[in-house]
């Protein structure tokens, strides 16, 4: 197995197999870019003490299993707030953008008493992937430990996530990239439909932070909704409590037959 989702090369970043998604064998996963375009905005205009309270990314077409580039800019600076802004590249052009709100974080901090934490990931267990027939992607660079709910399971599902190796190869991920090389797979482990029969793919991600992961472990507890357009719900968890949201908007279309 490859040793990292990516190798540096100069301006460029390139892509292990470890990328690659279920949908399409030549096409990446859209969680390890995302975490790329957190990466290159965690080291825009670096600021002290700010942290990333919102980033959304909007996925263009197909990331492919080829060198990328990655920009980031600050749009409206600030001292206690500022937007950013971050595009990442193909050979055929941008594929995936991504704004974010960076925030000086304040000293409440309030909790329902209702927020209670799912049973850690030494209570889940390993459920079967998607039949993706490639033995090389992203499922096998992360660790699912499900406490609830199954990749080949309809419904809701809670799963524990954890990278199995670095982003980019030599580099310590750091909490917000763990967070979003996961947060992009609320959709698979809560389908509501046959992978067999149909595609879910969503066309965005939208993640709320209000703090960021402590520990390696990032839970996932993801309901997804089917009314024409489908909406993915995930309650992001570290293993001190809750951490924030991710959504996901999907395109849903029955798969054509077999030969078409």
Not at 136 to 143: K, S
Not at 167 to 191: F, I, K, T
């Amino acid at each position: 197995m490859p040793e990292a989702f990516y190798t540096q090369d100069r301006d460029r970043l390139v892509p292990s197999e470890l990328t690659r998604g279920p949908w399409d064998p030549d096409a990446q996963h859209a969680g390890p870019p995302a975490a790329l375009l957190g990466r290159a905005i965690e080291r825009c205009e670096p600021p002290d003490g700010l942290q990333v309270g919102r980033i959304t990314f909007e996925i263009l077409g197909p990331v492919p299993i080829a060198p990328v580039e990655v920009r980031a800019r600050v749009v409206r600076p600030g001292r206690s707030v500022e937007l950013l802004e971050a595009s990442l590249s193909g050979p055929e052009g941008e594929v995936m953008r991504a704004t974010a709100w960076r925030l000086r974080p304040g000293d409440l901090h309030l909790r329902p008493e209702t927020d209670q934490t799912p049973p850690g990931p030494e209570h889940g267990a390993t459920r079967e992937f998607f039949p993706t027939r490639q033995k090389v992607g992203y499922n096998v660079a992360m660790d699912w430990l499900f406490v609830r709910g199954a990749f080949l399971e309809p419904g809701p599902a809670t799963v524990w996530m954890r990278m199995r190796v670095p982003l980019v190869e030599g580099e310590e991920p750091s909490p917000l990239q763990r967070v979003l090389v996961a947060a992009d797979s609320g959709n698979g482990v809560s389908a509501e439909l046959d992978y067999h029969r149909y595609l879910f793919i969503n066309t965005d991600l939208s993640v709320h932070l209000t703090r960021m992961p402590a520990g390696e472990w990032v839970c996932l507890d993801a309901r997804t909704l089917l009314d024409g357009v489908g909406l993915t719900d995930t309650a992001l968890w570290d293993q001190r409590g809750r951490i924030g949201r991710a959504a996901q908007t999907l395109l849903v279309r029955q798969r054509p037959p077999s030969g078409a």
